[in-house]
């Protein structure tokens, strides 16, 4: 059993008898009442997030969990296909538990997070950033950057991003995974 103190990003716990990832919390002390931990919970079972408030001091079962290391091979429609990179086995995964499916390239090595009692996988947890080529964009138009103007433009998993107008075809991008939003363009 944890308590309210314990809870971080990425704890997985079980809540109205389903598991959930924790992706957003606050502990909040007003100055009136006592205080309490809002939190927004993801479903590992069905990809639906809700948000929830525990009370401080409030008792939460947390699910035992290992990472593992996969390697993301292909998907099929809404079936994404893994594979352990220290024994070879292979997974599949439906698109709803992926935090980010439209980032993920072929071949990418991405952590697994496993319930250790029954090796179920729960949940994939993908890098901080990606670096990904624009494959379809817009010319940027000269002159046109007095003010933070953005495009959008396609990279090569097919997700779209909006990106500054000085970017062109070719070039690739770094991409923060958690918002989707770009960051920089990396030199080649």
Request: one cysteine or more.
């Amino acid at each position: 059993m944890a308590s309210t103190s314990d809870i971080r990003k990425g704890l997985c716990i079980i809540y109205n008898s389903d598991t959930f990832k924790i992706i957003e919390f606050q502990h909040v002390k007003p100055g009136k009442g006592p205080a309490f931990v809002r939190t927004k919970l993801k479903s590992l079972t069905t990809g639906k997030v809700i948000d929830n408030t525990f009370s401080a001091g409030h008792k939460i079962d947390e699910v035992r969990v290992e990472t593992r290391k996969y390697q993301y091979l292909y998907n099929e429609g809404e079936t994404y296909h893994f594979m352990n990179n220290s024994d070879y086995t292979q997974i599949q995964l439906q698109k709803e538990i992926l935090d980010a499916p439209d980032l993920m390239k072929e071949g990418e090595t991405l952590t697994v997070i496993v319930r250790s009692e029954d090796e179920i996988p729960l949940a994939v947890e993908m890098p901080a950033s990606v670096i990904l080529e624009v494959t379809a964009t817009e010319p940027g138009v000269k002159g046109n950057t007095a003010t933070n103007a953005t495009k959008p433009a396609t990279v090569e998993t097919g997700a779209r991003v909006n990106v500054p107008l000085f970017i062109n075809e070719g070039d690739k991008i770094k991409i923060e995974t958690e918002k989707g939003t770009y960051q920089e363009r990396v030199k080649a």
